[in-house]
């Protein structure tokens, strides 16, 4: 009966033993494994990464009543510092940029200009508008397109940026060789025949009066041929007379004596011409004779009408 007594509570031992054992393993095998190192055949030790999460600041905040505390939300730990160097050096460049686009050191206070001639210094700001504003936004290219697309009277055009806010313009004006009028409407012509608005109107040129539009040629408001024709008759013209255009006889003016004369289209034998002229004339007076039309459009085969 002893034996049997024994022996059962043996056994009861045993079997606790075995259930602490059981429970030992199992709460050491759910507990993360640190990390290992693993030596391969070449002798390279290679760390077993560790997939554990970062661990969390925790922040206790104490109270007025002794003993008490609140937990704050737990905030994650920042495992890369040169990210946060990073995000904070980014921060600065922008406020160190704004703050450079709003200081007056970099704003314009004026332009320097050269080269203007009729054009004035308050016409060519207005134009481009850019006193007052940040250099760092001032595009020379689009301040040259905006003064040629405003005034064609400008031949050429070129911005200089200077720092910290200086600008400089260099301006070449288009002179006008002659200003055509037609119904009223008048546009100075330089010698390539490029038309722009009139400038000054002290300025003396060559007034040609016409019915209808100049002849083109591509882009150009007035065939150049007829400009070089208008200057090689400049000094042939009578003071205070307008030369005229005829859409079929060119270029002449109307004489004081009572005559209109033609001279044609281009300026070929622009003197021979006017020397022919010249002899029809003192042919006619000494005749007698007042014409209403000379023409010298063909110097070899010049006319007169007596009627318009």
Known sequence: MDRTINRQGATQVESRRSQRNRRGSSAVSSRRTPPVLSRNEIGIHAAVADSRPLPRRRVDLPLSTPGAEIRLPAMPAVGNRWRVLSGMLTISL??????????????????????????????????????GSAIFFINPERVKEDLTLTYPGLAAVDVQIGWPAKVTISLKERRPVLAWNWDGHVRWVDHNGVAFEPH????KVIQVSSPVLPPTVQDRFVDPRIV??????????????????????????QDSRGWVVYFGLNDDDA??????????????????????????????????????
């Open 94 to 131: 922008l406020v160190g940029l704004i703050l450079m686009t709003r200081s007056s050191l970099f704003q314009v206070k004026g332009i320097q200009m050269e080269g203007l001639e009729r054009y004035t210094a308050a016409e060519i700001s207005q134009a481009i508008n850019v006193t």
């Open 200 to 203: 000054d109107p002290d300025l």
């Open 271 to 308: 003197t021979q011409k006017m020397n022919v002229y010249l002899s029809i004339v003192d042919y006619l007076e000494g005749k007698r004779i007042t014409p209403k039309v000379i023409s010298v459009e063909f110097v070899d085969s010049p006319y007169f009408r007596m009627e318009q």
């Open 228 to 253: 070089d024709t208008v200057a090689a008759l400049a000094g042939y013209l009578p003071e205070d007379v307008n030369m005229i255009f005829d859409p079929d006889h060119g270029l002449g003016w």
